[in-house]
């Protein structure tokens, strides 16, 4: 590993000393057409005009940095005087660190940047790294702002966060793109903290990049960095009141800004019946419900056991409907002549305490199907992991936050709600204003000052940690 590391630097070294020779060349020849000049005391340095110089080369961001550039009059942005400013220490640093906002250094120019500084007093390599600064910083704002595996911050937006470095401090700014959710700032300081409190070989290691499982703590501030890229990459407005579910926790709350005012435990969907990441608004409740099965539930499990058992249906209280919605006489049907692919009914399990939907559901447009609804199998609710469903959201408090909805509403009181489950009698209330219901996938969190960690259910986590990690392509755009 040394051996590698002593051939990068001599590479980079290498590029130094070409960047210095061509660097030094187009700056004569700038100078002689009256462009630029190496007289410094009179002129200022500029970038070369020509795109395809070598100080160009390797960009993370290339069109961006070339626009930029352009537009500023090939000025520098980071040298002040006869070397660098201010700012430009403090973004190395930055660089240098950025494992604090769960990044990686080597993803930003860093190993070049090193040697670079190490001979900023030359013009070539001050021409360079300003190039290498203004590319991490374009990149390095879009990744904190909307994260590093999804889209890309626009140019006008990055130009502006580069710009604004004459009015604040580069940390300000950068702090200006990051989410502004508490989840999300509770993972940063979270990480901060095991960063900061690791052995010191660990942290060196950790802040120059690795990322071996062989450190102690890397699984831990992966699990971090994965769920601050997940907040970084949701630009959903949640709204005020609304209903957070985290399926990995198994959880439901009820939002008041950043009060939680109801919790229940929830059942998620299996791995192989996953429940869906999305957000809605639920508008409405019924109180005892049908069930009107979907298709793939009633041809893959219940057809099965209607075939093996007559009274299957009679017991678990089903009606037959045909297309049309009329209820069919079950013992008319001749069951063994169907099968997956010719099955022409629907299912519907009338309301009722023993009903799969237990005796509330709660509705919000999707393109899933799935639903938020109480459940007649409760002992699952005492179970740590609850990954049983079909993909719909079975909930444990659901009288709870139909009062809670209801007297949100404002138009009748909740004891209403419990007059109608005393009487077993079905309705549906509808939810005015309706509440944004947001179902999410964080694996970690801070509950109460301490860090929570969930299964990874869906095998999410894996993929994204491969998408943020990946080698940085410095290559792509030469």
């Known amino acids: 590993m040394n051996d590698i590391k002593q051939i990068f630097h001599v590479c980079v070294l290498l590029s130094v000393v070409i960047l210095t020779v061509c660097c030094r060349s187009s700056l004569t020849t700038a100078g002689q057409a009256g462009e630029l000049s190496l007289d410094y005391e009179r002129e200022p340095i500029l970038l070369p005009r020509d795109s395809a110089h070598p ?249 099965p056991e209607i075939k093996k058992d007559s009274l299957f249906l009679s017991r678990n209280r089903f009606d037959v409907l045909d297309k049309k919605g009329k209820i069919i006489d079950p013992s008319t049907i001749n069951w063994q002549q169907y099968n997956k692919r010719n099955f022409p009914y629907i299912l519907r399990q009338r309301e009722g305490t023993d009903n799969s939907l237990g005796i509330i559901k709660f509705s919000f447009d999707n393109p899933y199907a799935v639903y938020l609804h109480d459940t007649n199998a409760k002992k699952l609710f005492s179970n740590v992991v609850r990954a049983y469903s079909h993909g719909c959201i079975r909930m444990e408090k659901s009288v709870e936050l139909a009062r809670y909805l209801f007297e949100r509403s404002g138009e009748e009181h909740s004891n209403t709600i419990d007059r109608y489950i005393y009487l077993e009698k079905k309705r549906t209330f509808n939810v005015v204003p309706a509440v944004p219901i947001h179902i999410r996938y964080y694996t970690c969190e801070v509950v109460a000052g301490e860090l929570k960690l969930y299964p990874d259910l869906y095998g999410l986590d894996r993929t994204l940690l491969r998408e943020l990690y990946r080698p940085a392509e410095l290559f792509h755009s030469l």
Not at 99 to 112: A, C, I, S, V
Request: hydrophobic fraction near 40%.
């Open 55 to 303: 100080v160009y080369a390797r960009l993370l961001k290339r069109q961006s940095v070339l626009t930029f550039y352009e537009r500023n009059g090939h000025l520098p942005v980071w040298l002040a005087g006869d070397g660098f400013s201010a700012k430009a220490d403090t973004f190395v640093t930055i660089l240098r660190t950025s494992r604090r906002y769960g990044l990686l250094p080597q993803h930003y120019h860093m190993p070049e940047v090193m040697v670079l500084y190490k001979h900023k007093q030359d013009t070539a390599a001050q021409l360079r790294l300003d190039v290498l600064l203004t590319d991490a910083f374009f990149q390095f704002v879009s990744d904190v702002s909307v994260g590093r595996t999804a889209a890309v911050l626009c140019d006008s937006s990055v130009f502006a966060a580069l710009r604004a470095l004459n009015d604040q401090n580069v940390r300000s700014v950068i702090e200006e793109h990051e989410p502004e959710q508490r989840p999300y700032s509770d993972l940063k300081k979270a990480l901060h903290t095991l960063l900061d409190t690791v052995p010191q070989s660990e942290h060196i290691a950790l802040m120059e990049g690795s990322t071996s499982d062989t450190l102690a703590a890397n699984k831990t501030i992966q699990s971090i960095a994965i769920n601050m890229e997940r907040w970084r990459k949701d630009t959903t407005s949640f709204g005020d009141p609304y209903v957070w579910i985290n399926i990995p926790s198994f959880e439901l709350k009820v939002m008041d800004g950043d009060r939680s005012v109801l919790e229940s435990r929830i059942v998620v969907g299996k791995r192989d019946t996953p429940t869906p990441i999305l957000s809605s608004y639920i508008d409405c409740f019924t109180i005892y419900p049908f069930w009107s099965v979907p298709r793939k539930i009633t041809v893959n499990e219940f057809l």
